[in-house]
């Protein structure tokens, strides 16, 4: 349909600018499909051509028509037909200029940058070509990224800059140059804006939280990526995410973990953007001896010492969450179950961390050089148990249809690739440090652990653990948590059966190729699985529950007399059939013997 390019050419300089408005709100309302591709392309290229030349003569756009105008173009793009219109190098060219001409008009230079990121979302070659030289755009996003303060712009300088390092073979030059680049170099702006949008989520700030996941999502392209360019081993094919690292990167482990020390959890998923993005990007970082006191600071508490987190109650949540109602509106405990346990709950603590971060981070531009101690570890511990909680509540099957539905609902993703993550998170320190894999422990498996009831039945982290061990839906949060415990246990079977029984992982065991029960330990690792409970019963290998003493039961002479025959006659039965020989029958051998009398 001509109708919208006719009303738009039909306007002139002396148009009355109500009219001028009018068309281009109508060119925005239109539906998707009442323009052919051949006339939107027109349309566009037309409107990019007015606004890139606002003092000509017979213009039919003055610079106070770019905001709608360049919204017009917004609208138009969202057909790829319209976006490839404006991928070409002289649209993305004539789109920055029109950024640089009204950037002090906010409506108008974000309108552009929109262009920008919708047409590098909707056609791959447009990544390409607005990183080329005749372009230029990568050295304008990493400036504007450098220099804005405001979280909009971080937004879509960043997901520019995600669009553009999202291929490792058309952005590999780029990525390099990046982090090699001249001070400061993108892992040092990246740091400073992680730090900047953490300070403007706890303030309530209109597009932080947008802002912070668009750069994290451009920061795991870089950590994935330039590991793998720099990396001269002949295996690089075959390694994974996390296996390659640079040293140059090293500066964004710090402020990724204040991040995820200080970012306020959410309600009622646990877990959502940006927190999910910065746990991804974390999981890329190696636990190396070099990087190890930044992962886990010295001065944190001492193993030893650590008290085992408790499950937030119900009370304690909204006390929590009415307190802290003032300074989150989004922030909140789900409910996990009453507890006895008089011990601060996990988001209680989670509430105390952020309001001293809170406080640290007001009183200074920069939480490197004050705020809570980063106790990775704790945080990591406390968002399984209270995510797992909150989708898995007391003892619900992790395969029940309310637990997939429940996560999708409200996060969007299935709970597989939103616990993954975390669970590989915990996993990575504990298989790079004795004293990490001692607190889980300590935390999950306790030396006072109630076992008179089997392990895989409790209502607590580790009974939904042990049950995910068993479940059919759930396979990569399944596998991570086989690993977690693996690892929890020194990565040693014998270990992690005597702690949960070797029941409740042996489908695990079997895929590691462990075929059968393992012996018990051998002694040679820090970790002491019990052999008996703290009161002195003996423990099931099996099950990992107390053995309970069987019953004495008492019969008279004639109940004894009737079971007698029932095997007599069960016994015989087998003999006659060739089940069993004749000298295997215990009632003849009895016989024989004069045990019968």
């Avoid at 179950?337 to 008089?342: H, M, R, S, W």
């Avoid at 995510?387 to 395969?399: C, F, K, Q």
């Avoid at 669970?423 to 935390?443: F, G, H, N, P, Y």
Wanted: proline share 8%.
């Amino acid at each position: 349909m001509s109708k919208y390019l006719d009303a738009y050419t039909s306007l002139s300089a002396a148009s009355p600018r109500s009219s001028v408005l009018q068309v281009l709100q109508s060119i925005i309302d239109a539906p998707p499909l009442t323009i052919d591709d051949a006339k939107r392309r027109e349309l566009i290229q037309t409107i990019i051509d007015d606004l890139a030349k606002p003092n000509a003569n017979k213009n039919r756009l003055t610079a106070k028509d770019a905001a709608p105008a360049l919204q017009a173009v917004k609208s138009l793009g969202k057909n790829p037909a319209g976006s490839e219109c404006i991928a070409t190098a002289a649209n993305l060219s004539a789109l920055l200029s029109l950024y640089q001409t009204h950037k002090d008009v906010p409506d108008a230079s974000n309108e552009a940058l929109r262009c920008i990121a919708n047409a590098m979302l909707l056609i791959d070659h447009a990544r390409a070509t607005f990183v080329d030289k005749q372009v230029g755009g990568s050295d304008f996003a990493v400036e504007l990224l450098e220099k804005t303060t405001v979280p909009e712009r971080v937004f879509l300088a960043s997901r520019i800059l995600f669009l553009s390092t999202v291929s490792i073979s058309q952005s590999g030059i780029l990525i390099k140059s990046m982090v090699e680049g001249k001070s400061p170099n993108i892992t040092e702006v990246i740091g400073n804006k992680l730090d900047l949008l953490s300070r403007a989520i706890l303030a309530g700030t209109k597009f932080a939280r947008e802002a912070m996941t668009d750069l994290l999502k451009f920061t795991f392209n870089l950590l994935l990526h330039y590991p793998k360019l720099v990396d001269d081993s002949k295996s690089n094919d075959t390694k994974v995410m996390g296996d390659c690292w640079s040293d140059r990167l090293d500066g964004i482990l710090g402020p990724l973990l204040r991040a995820f020390n200080t970012l306020p959890p959410s309600f009622p998923a646990p877990l959502t953007a940006p927190m999910t993005h910065v746990i991804h990007a974390l999981i890329t970082v190696p636990v190396s001896p070099s990087l190890l006191s930044v992962w886990l600071p010295p001065a944190r508490t001492s193993p030893v010492n650590t008290p085992k987190p408790a499950i937030p109650s119900e009370t304690s949540g909204k006390a929590s969450r009415s307190s802290s109602s003032r300074s989150s509106s989004r922030a909140g405990s789900p409910t996990t179950g009453p507890t006895k346990d008089p011990k601060p709950g996990a988001f209680d603590r989670a509430w105390s961390a952020l309001a001293a971060g809170r406080r640290s981070l007001s009183r200074s531009s920069s939480p490197q050089s004050s705020g809570p101690p980063v106790d990775v570890l704790r945080r990591a511990y406390d968002m399984l148990d209270v995510s797992l909680g909150r989708y898995m509540p007391d003892t619900i099957d992790p395969d029940d249809t309310t637990v997939r539905t429940k996560c999708t609902r409200e996060t969007d993703q299935p709970i597989d690739d939103i616990m993954t993550p975390l669970v590989v998170l915990i996993t990575k320190l504990c298989l790079a440090d004795e004293s990490s894999r001692r607190r889980m422990r300590e935390w999950i498996l306790p030396d006072d652990l109630d076992r008179t009831s089997p392990l895989e039945g409790r209502a607590d982290l580790l009974g939904r653990l042990l049950r995910l061990l068993a479940s059919v839906h759930h396979q990569k949060l399944k596998g991570a948590v086989g690993e977690m415990l693996y690892a929890v246990c020194d990565s040693d079977a014998s270990i992690l059966a005597s702690y949960v029984g070797y029941g409740n992982v042996a489908g695990f065991l079997f895929n590691k190729g462990i075929m059968s029960a393992p012996p018990p330990p051998a002694g040679s690792s820090n970790a002491s699985p019990p052999t008996t409970t703290h009161n002195g019963v003996p423990i099931n290998p099996i099950t990992g529950v107390a053995e309970r003493p069987a019953p004495t039961v008492e019969m008279s002479d004639e109940e004894k007399e009737r079971e007698a025959e029932k095997l007599f006659v069960l016994f015989d039965r087998l003999e006659r059939s060739g089940a069993i020989p004749k000298e295997s029958n215990p009632i003849r051998q009895a016989v024989q013997q004069g045990k019968l009398g």
